[in-house]
């Protein structure tokens, strides 16, 4: 499985639009790019996934360039709720195990 | 609500000592999986089942062992519990983001497990 890079943390005030990027250099021809969002005392939970180009859905954009080297999680108008865990993860289409690791620690605060 | 839960929810046992933490889920998921959550590592996958009586083995499985004998439970024994296992134990099926093509993990509310 492709390993993913992204930052550690990072910062946002209630209102604005959030930007995380991940990249993943050795993305395979049948991975998947997934993002997961984890709050504290809970388990993971599925945000968005894609292939290519955009993918939008009711929490959030997910932006994949051409080359699929790298992808970014946009959340627009982050609120203190935001505030979580989110880890991406490369998966392949019927793949059956994930491979987290330690995630960006989005802090929202007003 | 994919109707999955953790029993128990909280634990705290004694180094030495036998302990089983079980999934269960409601929805008739093939695939099922125990990952084990600490601070600076992650979530890491212990072990999964692809069915009845089918499991495999994930990244730290050593200390771990697991059962499946019905579809909707799965069940995780730590024979002797150490230390080194005190954890937050999650649980997740597999299920489909879009018929028949791409799948999500959906996870279980957790296990705090406390060996001392």
């Known amino acids: 499985l492709a390993k993913t890079t992204q930052p550690i943390s990072m910062d946002s005030y209630e209102g604005q639009e959030v930007n995380i990027t991940c990249s993943h250099n050795?993305?395979?021809?049948?991975?998947?790019i997934t993002w997961y969002q984890q709050f504290p005392s809970q388990g993971p939970r599925f945000i968005i996934q894609?292939?290519?180009t955009k993918v939008t859905n009711e929490v959030a954009s997910l932006f994949i360039p051409a080359d699929r080297k790298s992808s970014t999680l946009s959340l627009p108008r982050v609120s203190l709720s935001d505030t979580a865990v989110y880890y991406c993860?490369?998966?392949?289409?019927?793949?059956?195990?994930?491979?987290f690791g330690k995630g960006t620690t989005l802090s929202v605060s007003s | 609500d994919a109707g999955i839960t953790q029993s128990p929810r909280h634990k705290v046992t004694e180094t030495g000592t036998p302990v089983t933490l079980r999934c269960h889920q409601t929805?008739?998921?093939?695939?099922m999986y125990w990952y084990r959550q600490d601070p600076g590592h992650g979530l890491r996958l212990i072990h999964y089942?692809?069915?009845?009586?089918?499991?495999d083995k994930g990244e730290v499985s050593d200390g771990y062992s697991v059962s499946r004998s019905k579809t909707e439970d799965f069940l995780l024994t730590l024979e002797s519990a150490t230390s080194s296992q005190t954890s937050v134990y999650f649980c997740?099926?597999?299920?489909?983001?879009?018929?028949?093509?791409?799948?999500?993990?959906?996870f279980g509310p957790g296990t705090r497990l406390t060996v001392t």
């Open positions: 997740a099926i597999r299920r489909s983001i879009l018929a028949g093509a791409r799948y999500e993990q959906y």
């Open positions: 050795n993305i395979a021809t049948n991975d998947y």
């Open positions: 894609g292939y290519k």
């Open positions: 993860l490369v998966v392949k289409q019927a793949g059956t195990a994930l491979i």
């Open positions: 929805e008739n998921h093939r695939y």
């Open positions: 089942s692809y069915g009845v009586k089918d499991t």
